[in-house]
């Protein structure tokens, strides 16, 4: 079973940027696709942005033009570079793992877009 560790989140003011890296204990190539969501209080977890292992990115409507997800296959690591951030985008980031139907999650990362 892979195990996944975000890091990276924080206090960045709008506008600003943040980057975060997800480290896989195991070969992301493994996983049929990985990807970042975020879940705010009281709300569902949600899908932010995904890589498949062939490469292919996906992203949520809210996100499109200011995230990036991408990945580095000798680190075993997914990132997701994140600017003209928004307050809307406060939230908790997990990182996950797709593989034969299985999900697996990382432990979050806060992220907090505050002035």
């Known amino acids: 079973q892979v195990q996944l560790v975000e890091s990276g989140g924080g206090l960045v003011q709008p506008g600003g940027s943040l980057r975060l890296s997800c480290a896989a204990s195991?070969?992301?190539?493994?996983?049929?696709?990985m990807g970042w969501y975020r879940q705010a209080p009281g709300n569902e977890r949600v899908l932010v942005a995904t890589?498949?292992?062939?490469?292919?990115?996906n992203y949520a409507d809210s996100v499109k033009g200011r995230f990036t997800i991408s990945r580095d296959s000798a680190k075993n690591s997914v990132y997701l570079q994140m600017n003209s951030l928004k307050p809307e985008d406060t939230a908790v980031y997990y990182c996950?793992?797709?593989?034969?139907?299985?999900?697996?999650w990382g432990q979050g990362t806060q992220v907090t877009v505050s002035s």
């Open positions: 996950n793992a797709h593989r034969f139907g299985n999900d697996y």
């Open positions: 195991r070969s992301i190539f493994r996983y049929d696709g």
């Open positions: 890589i498949t292992s062939g490469g292919s990115t």
